[in-house]
């Protein structure tokens, strides 16, 4: 299987996400589903929710193919850590 190449710049990439995420996803998330992973296509706005990464990027593939994906946690200011505490992101 041929890798998905990006199709945005970084910035682009990144606001387009940000915005999904805000606009569609927040709203129907819940305190139980805090430090999950959501993968969302940010050019079709589809987004998985999953406690693990990959299945969530694996659930979105299969609904969009040539999805660009965007991945987030759920409560929390960055998707991965290396060491430290897990900080939780501003509520909004």
Excluded: C
């Amino acid at each position: 299987m041929a890798g998905h190449l990006p199709r945005y710049a970084k910035e682009e990439f990144s606001r387009r996400g940000g915005a999904i995420y805000e606009r569609d996803v927040l709203h129907n998330v819940t305190a139980s589903d805090d430090g999950k992973f959501v993968a969302i296509d940010i050019e079709t706005g589809v987004w998985k929710l999953d406690t693990d990464d990959y299945a969530a990027t694996e659930r979105l593939l299969q609904q969009v193919p040539d999805a660009q994906i965007w991945l987030v946690r759920v409560g929390s200011v960055a998707t991965y850590r290396i060491g430290g505490p897990r900080r939780s992101a501003p509520a909004i």
